[in-house]
């Protein structure tokens, strides 16, 4: 039985498939129809199918009807299809009838109710077409498919080529027929069903496409009045695409469509859907939601060359497919809106994909997936954060145009087919005049690790030794790397190929040596004290992304029991003015994490607010403070961007009851109804600050307010704030909390922010124990696997790793969340022994930041 790939004894060729479909009934039914190749003579054939009630399995093969049998062999959905008779070699067709239920959670096809209209979606990544039709989930095998969706008339249906006119009646449904599409693997095709409310537009004719894209935005119909921002900016990113590619759209017509439950966003072909948050925004929404608009959308519209024009052949490869376009998304956003700032949170991405890449417990990015249950591990910070930042290495080491020829020569070699990582790398040697660039891409997604490259500057010589990095009391693996290295000295950028252990380069010009060029590089640096001192002392002068790599080396330091945290005060201190508002809040998020975690005790941490203070109570000044909604409005997003940053510096400080009271009385002023009291940009701390001042009935008051609501931003955050309160009674009653307009993912949120509060998080832990076992069972219960260790691991001590490791090693095992739990009792066990090893000389430090 193939519990991974099928092989090639049967090749599907087409599909037909013809669904019935009514959003507000339990279940689905279809008839499809598969056209194969057989490679030899068969009695059975495995493909794939979960949870379907197949009424009705033939062959028709030689002119013969054959009755077959239907049997799910696997949970994961491996299906042994039998013969009754032996069928030949050759071209071959197979014919299913069967229903199936809707699913509650973004699985499959599933269905919701919002604001009392019942809507379907389809999220098929990685192996989900399977729970909605009979199929060969294999990403490998891509076909056409033709569709027809029958549904209750009056509702839009959505997929991933174009309707066929209008829909005709039968049998009381209205049918809506598409033609058929360009060859696409099973995990990409789309059927959305429901009253959508719809904007529509075009992409005007350009040099490389003769002809208009039609663009349609698709909400749930609440949203209807906010969905412009998304058309015009889908309709920009598409040609920014369109040039970098240098080629047209791929795919005939382009639908954006949004649901309120799915985790993020989805590159169907033609037909992308995403967490409506994402796309339901407009020109005074917070900077952080346009931002993630930005990058979001140019991450799946590139998917649509990047990923469906051109498809893994299968998913050990998908780190490829999601690197690149979550690289190509932060770049095509930043050229979309440069003001934004879009290109400093790529970098961030990358430097938190470092921490838990230095983890010993760990995988690389491109790893090996024998089996199904393998392959969600794969969709994590290793396959988005650090592969994108080994692409936008790459991309900077070989120079924007080289790379962009790559990519181009990659896309035209394997157009409408499957490809695989060694193809991109032999596309991308083609152009780099240099053998060692494929060593040198191996070793960063074939083996674990962050580098640590040790440097020591004479002169113009720097000499490097590279070794990889862990944190303190971890003793590192023997590790080596091919490392394209960018230095920086002035005005001169050298680039160079450290393919030894040690090696020396000369580098003219004078100062201090950057060691890492823009930031691009994915490594860390360790310096001598004079090196450290030097960047430190005009740290305000280094480009945002450098800033940030130097924030990110020198916390890895003091992680490591090396670096001190009078150097990142200091290091502080020079950013906190800097224009790039990812840079000046770097140093002291870095300090902010550690007080987070436990290890700063009480003298510490009052140090650090009048540190805070000291260091933002000016800035507050010059950039005033008013939470009105759509008062920054017209102001340059990173003045605006720079305010969030103060503002939740000094929240919690003494200095900051002004601000406390203000955001506490616009919060009242909101939930009386005043919606221009409050602007969302404050919704997390301003709800926070409610119910602080506030018993467990205005919490209440608040989870009801959400529920009663569709806002795709507020309802998140109230239903956070509620979870965070730190109250034991609180914390309780949300978790036994049974009401029909609770989604499932929701709940799952509510365990998360409970754990979250020091003062409620082994009320949290303690209750996932109780629950695991039905918590895994349930619809959702892959979402919860994955989630479930990122709560774990905010515990501290070596003590508590060992008891999340007696709790949940068994329960976790053989699910999405596996290698997390691993992580997660890794990073439990090294925040310990930080502590034990270095916390009071932190302390100390931390007594003295002024």
């Known amino acids: 039985m193939p519990l991974g790939q099928l092989g090639r004894k049967a090749v599907p060729q087409s599909y ?22 057989l490679a030899e003579p068969t009695d059975a054939i495995y493909l794939h199918g979960r949870g379907l009630s197949v009424s009705r399995a033939v062959a028709v093969a030689a002119g013969r009807t054959v009755p077959a049998h239907w049997l799910q062999r696997d949970p994961s959905g491996v299906v042994r299809l039998a013969f009754e008779e032996r069928l030949p070699a050759g071209e071959a067709t197979l014919v299913f009838d069967y229903d199936a239920a809707f699913a509650d959670s973004p699985t499959g096809m599933f ?13 098929f990544q990685s192996i989900d077409a399977r729970a909605a039709f009979p199929s060969f989930d294999d990403p490998g095998f891509k076909t056409p498919f033709s569709i027809t969706l029958r549904t209750p008339p009056g509702l839009t249906a959505i997929s991933n080529a174009a309707e066929l006119g209008t829909p005709r009646r039968e049998g009381g449904l209205a049918v809506h027929r598409f033609a058929p599409t360009l060859p696409l693997p099973t995990y990409l095709v789309a059927m959305m069903v429901g009253p959508f409310a719809r904007l529509e537009g075009q992409v005007p004719p350009n040099a490389l496409r003769p002809s208009a894209l039609p663009v349609r935005i698709d909400s749930t119909r609440q949203n209807a009045e906010r969905l412009d921002f998304a058309l015009q900016g889908t309709k920009q990113i598409v040609g920014l695409l369109e040039n970098y590619f240098g080629e047209p759209f791929p795919f005939p017509k382009l639908d954006q469509v949004t649901t309120p439950i799915l985790p993020g966003a989805m590159e169907n072909a033609g037909a992308d859907l995403y967490r409506d948050d994402i796309l339901v925004l407009d020109e005074r929404s917070p900077v952080v939601q346009q931002r993630d608009f930005g990058m979001i959308v140019a991450h799946e519209l590139g998917h649509q060359w990047f990923g469906d024009l051109v498809t ?8 490829l497919n999601e690197a690149f376009a979550n690289w190509i998304g932060y770049r095509i956003g930043d050229a979309w809106r440069p003001d934004l700032g879009i290109m400093g949170d790529a970098l961030s991405e990358g430097y938190q994909a470092m921490e838990t890449d230095a983890l010993l417990a760990g995988r690389p990015v491109r790893q090996e997936i024998a089996a199904n249950s393998q392959i969600d591990s794969a969709f994590d910070s290793i396959t988005y954060g650090k592969g994108g930042h080994i692409v936008g290495m790459i991309a900077a080491w070989l120079g924007d145009e080289k790379f962009r020829e790559g990519v181009r020569r990659y896309i035209s070699a394997h157009r409408f087919g499957s490809a695989t990582s ?42 490097v030794t590279q070794l990889r990095y862990t944190t303190a009391g971890v003793a590192p693996p023997d590790s080596q790397w091919v490392i394209p290295l960018c230095f920086r000295r002035g005005e001169t950028r050298r680039c160079f190929m450290m393919d030894q252990r040690t ?18 590089g994915y490594y860390r640096f360790e310096l001598t004290a004079r090196h450290w001192d030097e960047l430190i002392a005009n740290a305000d002068a280094l480009p945002g992304g450098e800033a940030q790599a130097l924030v990110d080396s020198l916390w890895a330091s003091v992680r490591a029991g090396r670096g001190t945290i009078g150097e990142m005060g200091r290091l502080a201190h020079k950013l906190i003015r800097h224009p790039d508002p990812h840079a000046a809040d770097a140093a002291d998020e870095a300090l902010s994490q550690m007080v987070r975690e436990g290890i700063v005790g009480s003298q510490g941490r009052r140090s650090f607010r009048l540190f805070r203070e000291h260091l933002y109570m000016r800035l507050l000044k010059r950039y005033g403070f008013d939470p009105r909604t759509g008062v920054y409005a017209q102001e340059n997003p990173a003045r605006t961007q720079r305010r969030v940053q103060i503002v939740s510096a000094l929240i919690g400080t003494g200095r900051g009851r002004k601000l406390r009271k203000q955001m506490s009385d616009a919060a009242v002023a909101y939930l009386a109804g005043d919606k221009a009291a409050l602007d969302p940009t404050w919704f997390d701390h301003a709800l926070d600050l409610y119910l602080f001042e506030r018993d467990e009935a205005a919490a209440r008051g608040l989870v009801e307010k959400a529920l009663a609501s569709e806002d795709p931003v507020f309802r998140p955050a109230a239903l956070a704030a509620a979870a965070r309160t730190g109250d034991k009674a609180m914390a309780q009653w949300l978790l036994a909390l049974d009401d029909p307009r609770l989604r499932e993912s929701e709940k799952r949120e509510f365990l998360d922010g409970i754990m979250a509060r020091k003062a409620t998080r082994e009320f949290g832990y303690d209750w996932a124990v109780s629950h695991v076992d039905d918590l ?4 959702d219960g892959q979402f919860f696997a994955a989630r479930l260790p990122q709560a774990l691991g905010r515990f501290c001590s070596v003590a508590w790793a060992n008891r999340i490791a007696r709790d949940f090693t068994d329960k976790l095992a053989g699910t999405p969340g596996a290698l997390e739990l691993y992580r997660a009792i890794e990073r439990v066990r090294n925040c310990g022994l930080l502590d034990d090893m270095m916390g009071t000389q932190i302390d100390e430090e931390f007594v003295k930041l002024r």
């Open 312 to 319: 893994p052949q299968w998913w050990d490869d998908i780190w």
């Open 776 to 779: 895994l069972a349930s619809s």
């Open 16 to 37: 037909r498939l013809d669904l019935t479909v009514d959003p507000a009934a339990a279940r689905f039914s279809g008839h499809v129809e598969i056209d194969v190749v």
């Open 422 to 463: 060694d193809d991109f790398f032999a596309a991308l040697a083609d152009v780099a005049g240099d053998p060692r660039l494929v060593p040198a891409m191996r070793s960063f997604v074939e083996q674990q690790g962050v580098p640590l490259l040790a440097m020591r500057q004479q002169g113009d010589k720097v000499t």
């Open 503 to 520: 090696e020396a380069f000369v580098i003219d010009g004078h100062g201090a040596v950057f060691p890492n060029a823009g930031g691009t």
């Open 111 to 123: 269905h919701l109710e919002v604001d009392h209209e019942w809507y379907s979606w389809t999220q």
